[in-house]
């Protein structure tokens, strides 16, 4: 038996592991880690690095921001202003819910760090209308994961020149993208993901939480605690503040330390900042903010890094990318070429990590259509697409996990959320990119 069919094989059990709900989703992803590590389909510096990764550690120092701002008044009053002003319209929540992590997604070029952002008015908007998270969660994060990299700022920007580098690369300059191909290519699907969480998502999320989550908990717990002193109630929210404005300016934060000669900060440096403030300001004890991580859901999003380095290891992503290569070569329909240029990426990146699917994909789209004599572009703009918008498994992304634990999701309520915006998003890309980039 190789080491392809081994990873295979562990694959399939890790997916029926998290579906059966016998065991927590970080319990089956270190299982499956340790099975990966044992088979060899990963070395233990892989192991150790995906457990260190840095959306890992900024996910899990975001949770103790969080907490530590729920802890004041602010994130209250956020709530009954949110509440007052929607007048109990679930839909109008949506809409200032939606439009806000439209423009998180997009300064912040992180899903992770955008939902990061919205969890904590998420917990408070909706204990202020009396309903659960497991209504918005979903369709929060959604946005958060599919909107970001179409508009041209930050993210898309240094997604663009990602994409140039790969055509370049291959010897096919001549198709390169303009800056404004990704948002011209992408903007119907931000349209229509607007439309969807904000009338059509909600009605298709539970009403109540599917799975034990903390965080609607942790909310009435914290409406029950004795108020924060002055100065520790202006510290918890000056810092909130702070890390969102970091997070979403971080491209000028850091030109600005280049300027005067200090060292740059990454997402995950600013958010561990941040929890460290919190307790060092009194905001948090040192209790409550370790209280405050979840370790299972650390595991689970390392686990779920470590599948996506099996599959990359192993060879799946380039057996895989070859086999497309060669049936789009012998499609003669556009749309047809569009869609397994879409949908495969698409589907593997809910198991992979979306860098590493799009290092494979990228070139096997620019080689395929060198060897056609087309024009590479819309494939090239339908494969980031796919790329970055995985929202399907908790292997998915850094994001969904949060979702799952925020919202009380389990795999099959999460899938089940997923599969019409999936086919929507999935109609709309394929249909439009294919049209205004014909090869």
Known sequence: MNLLTV???ICLLTLIGYIWGKYSLGTVACMSMLLFLISGCISPSEALANIGNSNVVMVLSMFVVSEGFKRTQAVRLIGRSVSAIAKGSVTKVML?????????????????????IMAP????????????PSKVTFSVGLVCIAACGIIPVGGSLAMFAELNGYIVANDYAQHQLAVIDLFKGRFPSLILLAIYTTFIGHRFSPDKPVTLTKSGEEFAANSNREPLKPFQERCGYIIFLLVTVALILNEQLNSLLSGIGLAELASWEIVL?????????GVLSSKEAFAAVPLDLGFLIAGSLCMGSALANTGGGEIIGGAIASVADQLHN???????????????TQVMQNRTVMAIFQPIAVLACKSMGVSCVGPVVLV???????????????????????GGYNVQSQLKQSILPAILLSAINIFWVMTVYPL
């Not at 200032?96 to 990061?116: K, P």
């Not at 900042?273 to 300001?281: E, H, I, K, P, Q």
């Open 7 to 9: 990873c295979l094989i």
């Open 96 to 116: 200032g819910f939606t439009l806000a992590s439209i423009l998180a997604a997009t300064f912040t070029g992180s899903a992770a760090a955008a939902f990061c």
């Open 121 to 132: 008015l998420i917990s408070a908007t909706c204990a202020e209308m009396d309903i659960n």
């Open 273 to 281: 900042l941040g929890a460290f403030l919190m307790v060092l300001t």
């Open 334 to 348: 556009p749309y047809l070429i569009g869609a397994v240029f879409y949908l495969v990426p698409f589907l593997l």
């Open 384 to 406: 980031a697409a796919a790329c970055t918008t995985s929202f399907m498994t908790p292997m998915a992304t850094a994001c969904i996990p949060m979702i799952m634990d925020v």
